[in-house]
């Protein structure tokens, strides 16, 4: 990666120093805890200067044909896939996902980046005459468009370092957006390596920033700073909600955490749900917000649906990211030992584990718990991990009541052959998504995808991401 490509504050890769003013430097430790990399920890003086640069960048960004920029967006996603190994080697690597998915998200990234191009141009905004209102004249033409808020501070979390960056960049910049990204600690030099590929697609210099430093020096100053005009966040519910008191009139969307249930009721294929299930609560260890994070079962066939969960559950390989295995240590010491609280407490509680529970450091094994009752903690709090806690309930009603006690509100999934009671029990959850006979999951990454209560604000998904960085804008012509 040569230094002129680079986006304008630099960072190292172990022995590659590339441009960044800054001395300070935060290390990237991998789940395992080897060093893997440092990034600059910049300054808020260094933030200031690249914020004061972005804000003029984007006039002229935004006058650049859209088709021009279009071409350069298609370009970013052919460079992703030219370099799709080195970046899926770097995003296994830092964040400890298995080298097929790591692989599997930077194809995600091209084609999220080429429906984005598609969608953008589609966009003309729409003509009104005054005559449809009372009073009003035909003679009053007002013409309605689309134009970019500015510019866009995209924050994302550590677990799709690259998709999560990409699907916010992406609607920024095809809509006219100037973008700062401040991806996580961990996480970041995937994200250096994707706004490379954009660089070496030829985004002029300065659309886009790439911030990264220490969350409590630099973040607070980001979200509360007067050059950002949107805030597109994806991460924790209290981080989301700290940004929301910050961030004043400044328009923001929110992906925050989840606690999504999967119900089964008694007349579920119940071997197709628990193929879903357990992939929807093991991939990438549950560490993803829309994993299945609890099960609400029907007690007439809770029996029969555990002894499926622990069959697949012994078929998942527990390794290194390197083997390709499907359970890999979390992202760092702290996720770890918290979820390793939440097992603990829900085994004092009486849960029976229908798996053998192991931890070597990071590494847990994937832990079924079942009989999880309301005491326990992890019948409400998000583990982000490899852990799914079974609820058994009497009925449809209790199934949902459960469901919508939780302070969280992202999707759920329901099983069931009739689908007059999924249709009424969808209708009575209180989330963003309902899932018929599926696992819980945020793609095909077109669809709108959001939280309610603690889970979110707003919408993403691509045309929702569109809409969210941009604001009408209405001129009105009196012939
Ligand atoms: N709903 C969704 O779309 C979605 C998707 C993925 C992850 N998540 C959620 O994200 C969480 C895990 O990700 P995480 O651990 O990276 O989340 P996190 O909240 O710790 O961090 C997210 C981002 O916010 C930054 N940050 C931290 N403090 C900040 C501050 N004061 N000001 C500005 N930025 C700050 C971090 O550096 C990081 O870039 C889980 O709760 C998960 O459910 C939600």
Not at 305 to 316: A, D, N
Request: glycine share 8%; charged share 25%.
């Amino acid at each position: 990666m040569g230094q002129e490509t680079m986006v304008d504050v630099g960072f190292q890769l172990t022995g590659d120093w590339l441009q960044c003013s800054s001395k300070r430097r935060l290390e990237i430790v991998s789940p395992q805890g080897e060093v893997i990399g440092r990034v600059p920890a910049m300054t808020r003086e260094e933030v200031d200067r690249a914020l004061s640069k972005s804000r003029r960048v984007q006039k002229e960004w935004a006058k650049v044909p859209l088709y021009e920029r279009g071409q350069i967006l298609l370009t970013w996603a052919d460079e992703l896939i030219k370099r799709s190994d080195e970046i899926a080697d770097m995003i296994m690597k830092e964040v400890g996902k298995k080298k097929s998915s790591a692989k599997d998200e930077v194809t995600r990234t091209a084609d999220l980046i080429r429906y984005t191009v598609e969608e953008g141009k589609r966009i003309h905004g729409e003509m009104m005459k005054g005559d449809s209102f009372q009073g009003g004249s035909a003679g009053k033409v007002a013409i309605i468009e689309r134009e970019a808020l500015g510019l866009v501070l995209a924050i994302s979390p550590f677990n799709y370092p690259v998709n999560l960056s990409a699907a916010k960049l992406a609607p920024a910049l095809i809509s006219g957006n100037a973008v700062v990204l401040k991806p996580a600690t961990q996480g970041s030099i995937s994200a250096l390596l994707m706004a490379d590929a954009l660089m070496t697609a030829g985004l002029p210099k300065g659309v886009l920033h790439v911030v990264t430093g220490r969350g409590s020096e630099i973040g607070d100053w980001l979200v509360a700073h007067p050059a950002i005009d949107m805030i597109s966040f994806t991460g924790g519910t209290k981080t989301g909600q700290d940004i929301a008191r910050k961030a004043g009139m400044i328009p923001t969307v929110l992906e925050l955490g989840g606690k999504d249930p999967a119900i089964v009721l008694e007349d579920a294929d119940v071997e197709k749900a628990a193929g879903q299930i357990v992939s929807g609560a093991f991939s990438y260890s549950g560490q993803r917000c829309t994993a299945i994070k609890r099960v609400l079962v029907m007690e007439e066939v809770a029996d029969q649906l555990v002894e499926q969960i622990q069959k697949k559950v012994e078929g998942l390989r527990v390794g290194l990211p390197e083997d390709d295995a499907d359970v890999t240590p979390l992202i760092d010491s702290a996720s770890a030992d918290f979820v390793h609280s939440l097992i603990l407490d829900a085994l004092e509680k009486g849960a029976v584990s229908r798996t053998e529970y192991r931890k070597e450091g990071n590494l847990i094994s994937p832990t079924v718990l079942d009989h999880v009752t309301e005491e326990m903690r992890v019948s409400w709090e998000e583990p982000f991990g490899p852990v799914l806690p079974i609820i058994r309930v009497t009925s449809e009603q209790e199934a949902v009541e459960t469901a919508n006690q939780s302070e969280y509100g992202l999707q759920a999934s329901v099983f069931t052959k009739n689908m007059d009671k999924a249709f009424s029990i969808a209708s009575q959850l209180d989330v963003g998504t309902v899932q018929l006979n599926g696992k819980t999951e945020r793609g095909p990454d077109h669809f709108p995808f959001l939280g309610v209560k603690k889970s979110g604000a707003g919408v993403q998904g691509v045309r929702k991401s569109i809409e969210s960085m941009t604001r009408e804008k209405v001129t009105v012509l009196n012939l």
